[in-house]
Nanobody, 122 residues
Framework: QVQLVESGGGTVQAGGSLRLSCAAS????????MSWFRQAPGKEREWVSL????????YYSDSVEGRFTIARDKAERALCLQINNLKPEDATLYYC???????????????WGQGTQVNDSS
């Protein structure tokens, strides 16, 4: 069983920065993918970024490329997402998730956290 707990959400002005964290308990193997998704009210869950747990290769959606950075600490089983140059459309609920494949599709992920909220104060 894997449990994921996100933290670090809050309110920031457009153009500002925020760092989201995800603490994992349970097994995360090199073959697993860890991703960040986000979901606005009334919209589908959107993939944001993925990291291959073993080798650390990272991927980003076009909407966040160049502004967000995903990273992991294998020893601590921690995942983070650095958000820079926040845009109003970035203000929503963010989730971390563990998947068995390197996929951007939410249904490919088995374990999810409860989410952490990012708000835009502008």
């Amino acid at each position: 069983q894997v449990q994921l707990v996100e933290s670090g959400g809050g309110t920031v002005q457009a153009g500002g920065s925020l760092r989201l964290s995800c603490a994992a308990s349970g097994n995360i193997f090199s073959s697993h993918a860890m991703s960040w998704f986000r979901q606005a009210p009334g919209k589908e869950r959107e993939w944001v970024s993925l990291i291959r747990w073993g080798v650390g290769t990272t991927y980003y959606s076009d909407s966040v490329e160049g502004r967000f950075t995903i990273a992991r600490d294998k020893a601590e089983r921690a995942l983070c997402l650095q958000i820079n140059n926040l845009k109003p459309e970035d203000a929503t609920l963010y989730y971390c998730a563990r998947g068995n494949s390197y996929s951007t599709i939410p249904t490919s992920y088995t374990y999810w956290g409860q989410g952490t909220q990012v708000n835009d104060s502008s």
